[in-house]
C-alpha cells in the first residue's frame, strides 16, 4: 500500500505482487478540503487509513515523505498527516517505508522533478488505465506502492551478485 499524505487530500494505492508481476487493487483518495478544524482532518486521516489497512491487510505501507519547502506551517501540517497515517498503519502492525517525493517520480518517470501529470500518466500505461483519476492524489499513492515495490526488489538484488542484464531480465516493463 502506498499513501501520499496531505491535509486536503491524502491518496492512496494499493498494489497486488505476484512474481514480477504488479496488479493494481485499488487507488482514491481521502476528501479532507471540507473540514475546516486541523485536528478534524488528522482525526479523519487516522482513521480513514485504519479502515484501508484493516481491509485490504497490506503487507508494507509506504509513505511518501513531506518535501522541504520554505513554508514552515505547510510543512509542519504535512508532518502531521503522515504521523498520524503512519501511526495508523503501526498500530494494526505494518511495517512502513518512507520515500522523498523525488525518490518516487525518479522510480516512476526515470527523473526527480516530473511533474504529477507525467506520473500519473506513465502509471495510466503501466496499469493500463482507462482514464485518469481526476484528482492526481490518487495517482500519487500508487506511485508511492510502486516505488516501494522497485526499491523493496532493487534491496534483494543487491544482496547479491547482479548485473545491468539481470535488472533489464528481471523488470521488463521498466527498460526500453
Sequence with gaps: MGIDPGTNFTGFGIISVCGRQLELVDFGFIEL???????????EIFHKVSDLVDYYDPHEVAF????????VQS???????????MAAALTKGKEVF?????????????????????VASLLGKMFKLTELPANLDSTDGIAVAVCHYYQ??????????????????????RVK
Design 75 to 85: 510543512m509542519l501540517k504535512l508532518g502531521r498527516a503522515q504521523g498520524v497515517a
Design 33 to 43: 478540503s471540507k473540514k475546516k478544524n486541523a485536528y478534524e482532518k488528522l482525526k
Design 64 to 71: 511518501e515523505s513531506p518535501f522541504f519547502g520554505e513554508n
Design 152 to 173: 523493496s526488489i532493487a534491496v534483494i538484488k543487491t544482496s547479491g551478485k547482479s548485473s545491468w542484464n539481470d535488472f533489464v531480465k528481471n523488470n521488463p516493463g
Design 98 to 118: 518512507e520515500y522523498a517525493p523525488r525518490k518516487v517520480k525518479l522510480s516512476i518517470t526515470g527523473t526527480g522533478g516530473a511533474s504529477k501529470e507525467q
